[in-house]
């Protein structure tokens, strides 16, 4: 069932560190998953963000290794065809994204919660994932920011990194990933980077508070 956050107060005491989770976000191009990812990891010491892969060429100032794993279209086979991802998919047509097994796994093993964003495909990939690996379905939790088609173009034109014929792309993209807010655990609708950010800490209370809970017979 999808649960609907308002922002909560800043001064709402947070959980300490409980059980490992893995908040999985996802939403259009210009909602701010990335920002609410790095935001996470800058002022909850429990988290680390997922590093994922992908053939896109960085963009000025990205780092590789810290911003994602850059790998050309032949390196990114080789990993498909290892058997090393967890999930990838083709973002806007033009690119693959995906996620390193290890990545995940391994951390929430040993007790290391993770955020990561991905495209609407790669939560369905999670999905699929979850149902062959209890420890996935356990401790994961996807998140849809959800954000009105005119106010991503206004966000899109203020961060001027792209030109008007890929926005228009971008805008046809984020018009089908709308269609699949339902299906999300939880959905945030976009208000402010303080309202979206202490919304996406009242999930992360939720899922802990269920971890807690011991397991239905």
């Excluded at 279209?73 to 693959?96: M, N, S, T």
């Excluded at 792209?162 to 993209?173: A, M, P, Q």
Aim: with cysteine; glycine share 6%; proline share 6%.
């Amino acid at each position: 069932m999808t649960s609907k956050l308002l922002p909560v107060s800043t001064a709402t005491p947070i959980h300490a560190a409980g059980e490992a989770v893995l908040l999985i976000l996802a939403g259009p191009a210009g909602s701010g998953k990335t920002t609410l990812c790095d935001r996470l990891v800058r002022e909850r010491p429990e988290f680390s963000r997922v590093i994922t892969a992908t053939t896109r060429p960085p963009r000025p100032g990205e780092i590789d290794g810290v911003h994602y794993h850059f790998l050309s279209p032949e390196q990114f086979d080789e990993k498909v065809a290892a058997g090393a991802f967890l999930e990838w998919a083709w973002v806007h047509k033009k690119h693959r994204y995906g996620t390193l097994a290890s990545s995940v796994l391994e951390p929430l093993s040993s007790g290391r919660s993770l955020v990561i964003n991905v495209d609407v495909q790669g939560v369905e990939n999670f999905r699929r994932a979850a149902r062959e690996k209890p420890l996935l379905e356990r401790r994961m939790a996807t998140v849809f920011i959800r954000v009105p088609i005119p106010e991503l173009r206004a966000r899109m034109v203020r961060r001027a990194q792209d030109g008007e014929d890929e926005i228009n792309r971008r805008l046809v993209t984020a018009e089908e990933e709308l269609r699949e807010a339902h299906r999300f655990d939880y959905l945030i609708d976009s208000t402010t980077c303080d309202g979206d950010f202490q919304a996406l800490v009242g999930i992360w209370r939720k899922v802990q508070d269920r971890l807690s809970q011991p397991p239905a017979e």
